[in-house]
């Protein structure tokens, strides 16, 4: 399955580093979104794009700012992180809002 | 805010025997309705889904699901497992002013040969 991908598929960093984690989805689809999956918890919805405009933000730190430069491209720019921002991080798309959504692998991020 | 329940949070079967995972959510307008299924090692996939029409669907590898609306249930099934359907499974929502999916905590369902 190669629909979407995402790099990398595993991330260190400290607290004071700035990294991005990069999405890209091969499907035509024109919406994307990221998620987070920690430990125990249910997946979580962070932000939603449309047509490469954002249309949702659940209420996610700054420290988290994604971009969505085109409709095949999302990207999730880190910064200043802490360690409970540890999580699998999954990127998803859907050929429009409220379509269904395929997954990504996921990036693991553990932050130092 | 949607909310969604997945009571069974670790589930051991034996093959071949019958397969029942709840799903719970609290949204009470229209809704879509979704089972994922990951496997070991692997990504999130689309197990079946639930949109409008028959309320009882089939999905891939023999599972299927009802949604009943009177009891905000869509609870996913499977007459005889295999070792291959050991998996975390998690039940999904749409609706309720998100455009994203609200997800359950999933069940992990382990297989016994």
């Known amino acids: 399955e190669t629909g979407v991908t995402q790099t990398p598929r595993h991330l260190v960093m400290g607290m004071t580093n700035k990294k991005s984690l990069k999405c890209e989805q091969h499907l035509g689809h024109n919406a994307m979104y990221w998620y987070k999956q920690s430990a125990k918890k249910p997946l979580e919805l962070m932000f939603v794009y449309s047509l490469e405009e954002r249309v949702e933000n659940n209420s996610v730190p700054s420290r988290f700012s994604p971009e969505c430069p085109n409709s095949s491209h999302l990207f999730l720019h880190l910064h200043t992180l802490q360690p409970e921002d540890s999580a699998l991080y999954l990127c998803?798309?859907?050929?429009?809002?409220?379509?269904?959504?395929?997954f990504g692998p996921g990036t693991r991020l553990t932050v130092l | 805010a949607q909310s969604v329940s997945q009571h069974n949070h670790h589930v051991i079967l034996s093959e071949a025997a019958s397969l029942e995972l709840g799903c719970n959510y609290s949204?009470?307008?229209?809704?879509?309705l979704f089972w994922y299924v990951q496997y070991p090692g692997q990504h999130l996939q689309l197990l079946l889904k639930y949109f409008s029409g028959d309320p009882l669907v089939k999905g891939i590898k023999g599972f299927e699901a009802e949604f009943i609306k009177s009891k905000f249930s869509f609870n996913l099934r499977k007459p005889s497992v295999q070792w291959s359907d050991t998996a975390e499974y998690f039940c999904?929502?749409?609706?309720?002013?998100?455009?994203?999916?609200?997800f359950g905590k999933g069940t992990h369902l382990i297989i016994q040969p």
């Open positions: 949204y009470g307008g229209t809704v879509n």
């Open positions: 999904a929502v749409e609706g309720g002013g998100a455009d994203g999916l609200t």
């Open positions: 998803a798309s859907s050929q429009d809002r409220g379509d269904t959504q395929y």
